[in-house]
C-alpha cells in the first residue's frame, strides 16, 4: 500500500471517488463539484484543503481530504478531516487506517493540537473504526450548517453591519 499527495491529474478520479462516497453516505443530491472548482480548491495559487491518496492492489483504494483549523483556546492549528473514504473492495485491509495516521503525521509535524471529524450516526462501520482508533466523542457539540439561500441572507445582513477596514 502507498499513500501519496493527490496531483492535478487526480481530479477526475478525486472526483469519481467524491461520487462513491456521496453514494455510500445516501448524499449523492448534495454532490455539485465540479473538475474547476475541484482543480481552483485543491491546486490553485492558495489551496483550500489537502488530499492524500492511497493506492493499494494497484488501483486507487481510498482518500482522505483535510483542511487546517485554529483553536481559540489553545491558540494553535488543528486539522479538520472532510472526507476518509476506502472502496469497499480495500475495507478491512488497514487503507483507512493508513490514510488517518498519514493525515495525523502531517498535522503533528505541523505542530498541530487536534485533529477532529464528523461522521453519520448510522455509519457504524466507521464509528466502530474510530472508537478502536481511540479517537473520543465529543456528543457535547451539535455541528450546524448554514448553505445555500440561508447562508445568503445571514450575509447580505452581515454586510451591513460590517465596518470596511482602510485601504
Do not use: C
Amino acid at each position: 500500500m502507498a499513500i501519496r499527495d493527490a496531483e492535478p491529474a487526480d481530479v477526475p478520479l478525486l472526483l469519481k471517488l467524491f461520487g462513491e462516497l456521496a453514494d455510500y453516505e445516501h448524499l449523492r443530491d448534495e454532490l455539485r463539484a465540479t473538475p474547476e472548482q475541484l482543480q481552483s480548491a485543491l491546486f490553485g495559487e492558495h489551496p483550500l484543503a489537502e488530499t492524500l491518496i492511497a493506492e493499494h492492489a494497484g488501483e486507487p483504494a481510498g482518500y482522505a481530504l483535510f483542511f487546517p483549523t485554529f483553536s481559540s483556546f489553545l491558540a494553535r492549528e488543528g486539522s479538520w478531516l472532510e472526507d476518509l473514504f476506502v472502496r469497499p473492495a480495500h475495507r478491512g485491509a488497514g487503507v483507512g487506517r493508513a490514510l488517518l495516521a498519514a493525515v495525523a503525521a502531517r498535522v503533528h509535524e505541523r505542530g498541530g493540537a487536534r485533529l477532529g471529524w464528523a461522521a453519520l450516526d448510522w455509519n457504524e462501520l466507521a464509528l466502530g473504526f474510530y472508537a478502536r482508533l481511540g479517537a473520543s466523542t465529543t456528543r457535547e457539540w451539535i455541528t450546524h450548517r448554514l448553505q445555500g439561500e440561508e447562508l445568503a441572507a445571514l450575509a447580505r445582513e452581515g454586510a451591513m453591519h460590517v465596518r470596511q477596514r482602510d485601504s
